[in-house]
């Protein structure tokens, strides 16, 4: 009762009182949570507000037509209009920009860490289903939104998207198109891409996003596999207020900042207007996130009637991925346990990383099919090794850990998180945290090098020394980023990750 | 001990206080249309120093509290004000 309290404890009592957030019945949530991977999910429902506030901004001075109107602005003069000449303009328009592009790219972060994590299992099915309609809301956010200021990019994005509809059968399809594109004019295109941008998918998305935030409340975040073997404190619970709203406003104000910075640091410049002069002098090319489809797309054996049936391939890997948690029914959790569905995740990653870098250095080439066996097959073939290799050591390793401690117990084994502070207890990632920054740069400097080596190939003799320079490069960060899987997995094994 | 870091909080918390209304001030100031990127940068600023404040206030043990994250903190904030001086010039 004599407590002392001092003038934050004033602060949060005054909101409490005011708010009455100690009676809302969200869930506590376990110490271990308190590490930004587990947060993925909150700064996109943040970015998605930050995105709303940013597009009716916009949307008070964008003009959906490629035509001059009676206000003498078009699609393109009207966005131009708002960076040059109205206050917080240039800033609004990138700060939308930036923020579409970390949407997309926490929505590959938080695919991937549920991926590798198995947060797809037990009785998280429908959020894992949930979240890739969410993902596929997001692409198609990002594309129609990107065709908007209708720039000879933003128009190749739309062929791309607009393609997408082709693979959608019979009556069916040319309902859909009809729908989406109208007469496929211009100005219809806009107008409708205005509509399904800011009515359509806003609503869309504010309802998975709420289904998928229910249903978080209801599960909680997913266990480490290790969280038994967690200390006492590291498994204790904190309530969501003051704790757990403090933490994230404190990483929700951290991550404004960095897109805030960014947005003034790299003011946007749009690229010249859609028109066919324009658009047979610059090379066009899709967005970084599409890159991987256009690529695809680029391939000799996909070219002309085959298009259909490489984005129906995209559409089926779409749909085997929503359908994961279906098929992918073992109760193993940990990394080590599940070689056979990393191995194929790994191989995504490379592939998707490998697909959109070679995509960048390659715009408007048609790419013969037997480079394209070689790159995509050399890249599979490249990860699949590595995966053995890391399995296979991390076999032997346990194999020599088992006969030299055969006796002891699994309940005598020292408690992970020896310092006990709240810090050591978000268990594991932060530890490893400058190893995954630094595969993932060892990734794009693999890709790239081998983008450019194959590109390379029909013209060795002339370019040998850049030839050699990536195939070096390929090869040194290949060896180091085995290297870091290895040291990331016998990191995960020694605190206890091995099974759920 | 533990009076002396709650002595180094309360000091640290009030030097950002003292940085965000600084920096609110003189963006009430800033010309938004011809200086958009240090309006950006000092708002940018803000949000740092506000991040700063609740990992401060929420580090209640000396222990918990990491002063790398600080440093790289208070190393951003330095940093945000020269660009918007830079981008100003």
């Known amino acids: 009762m004599g407590e002392k309290r001092n003038v934050y404890d004033k602060m949060v009592d005054f909101f409490d009182v005011h708010f009455g957030f100690e009676k809302t019945p969200l869930k506590p949530i376990p110490v271990f949570a308190l590490n930004p991977t587990y947060w993925l999910g909150l700064l996109l429902a943040l970015t998605f507000i930050m995105q709303g506030v940013t597009g009716a901004f916009q949307l008070l001075y964008y003009v959906p037509s490629s035509t001059n109107t009676t206000l003498g602005l078009n699609a393109y003069t009207s966005t131009t209009n708002v960076i040059d000449n109205v206050p917080l303009g240039s800033f609004i328009e990138t700060m939308h920009l930036y923020t579409a592009y970390a949407m997309v790219l926490l929505t590959f972060l938080h695919l991937m860490r549920n991926y590798f994590g198995s947060t797809h299992k037990e009785r998280r099915e429908l959020m894992w289903v949930a979240g890739i309609v969410l993902m596929l809301i997001i692409f198609s956010f990002a594309t129609t939104g990107y065709s908007l200021p209708w720039t000879v990019i933003s128009k190749s994005a739309t062929d791309v998207a607009i393609g997408f509809l082709n693979v959608v059968p019979g009556q069916l399809g040319v309902f859909v198109r009809f729908l989406l594109t109208g007469t496929g004019e211009p100005d219809d295109l806009l107008r409708r891409f205005t509509i399904i941008h800011t009515v359509v998918l806003p609503g869309l998305l504010a309802l998975f996003l709420g289904l998928k935030i229910y249903m978080y409340e209801v599960h909680g975040p997913s266990f480490t596999p290790a969280f038994s073997r967690l200390k006492a404190n590291a498994q204790k619970y904190l309530h969501w207020f003051p704790q757990i709203f403090l933490y994230g406003t404190m990483i929700m104000s951290a991550y404004i900042a960095i897109l805030v910075a960014a947005s003034s640091l790299f003011p946007i410049s749009l690229p010249p207007e859609y028109s066919a002069q324009a658009a047979s002098q610059y090379a066009v090319q899709p967005d970084w996130y599409l890159l991987w489809v256009y690529q695809i797309l680029k391939f000799q054996i996909f070219a002309g009637t085959g298009e259909p049936f490489a984005l129906g391939l995209v559409g089926v890997f779409f749909l085997l991925l929503m359908l994961l948690p279906f098929y992918d029914r073992s109760s193993r959790r940990g990394i080590s346990s599940r070689p056979f569905f990393i191995t194929i995740g790994a191989i995504l990653v490379t592939e998707f990383v490998a697909l959109t870098i070679w995509g960048y250095l390659t715009p408007g080439q048609v790419i013969p099919t037997l480079q394209a066996v070689a790159v995509m097959g050399g890249v599979a073939v490249a990860t699949i090794a590595i995966m053995q290799i890391i399995y296979g050591q991390r076999k032997e390793s346990k194999s020599n850990a088992t006969n030299n401690a055969a006796s002891e117990p699994l309940d005598k084994r020292e408690p992970i998180s020896p310092s006990g502070n709240l810090r050591a207890e978000a268990f594991g990632l932060g530890r490893n945290s400058k190893l995954t920054i630094s595969f993932v740069l060892l990734l794009i400097v693999a890709a790239s090098g081998l983008a450019y080596a194959i590109n390379s190939l029909s013209s060795v003799g002339e370019m040998f020394p850049g030839f050699l320079l990536s195939v070096s490069a390929f090869a040194c960060s290949m060896a180091l980023m085995t290297w870091i899987v290895k040291r990331v997995v016998v990191s995960y094994e020694s605190q206890g990750g091995t099974n759920a | ?89």
């Open chain 2, 1 to 89: 001990m533990n009076r002396n870091y709650d002595e180094f909080r309360s000091r640290i918390s009030v030097l950002f206080v003292i940085f965000l209304i600084i920096v609110a001030v003189y963006l009430w100031f800033v010309d938004l249309l011809l200086q958009q990127r240090v309006f950006g940068l000092l708002l940018s600023a803000e949000f740092t120093a506000f991040s700063l404040l609740i990992y401060v206030y929420r580090m209640e043990n000396a222990e918990d509290l990491e002063k790398r994250w600080l440093f790289i903190g208070v190393i951003a904030l330095i940093f945000l004000v020269l660009m918007s001086i830079v981008v100003s010039l």
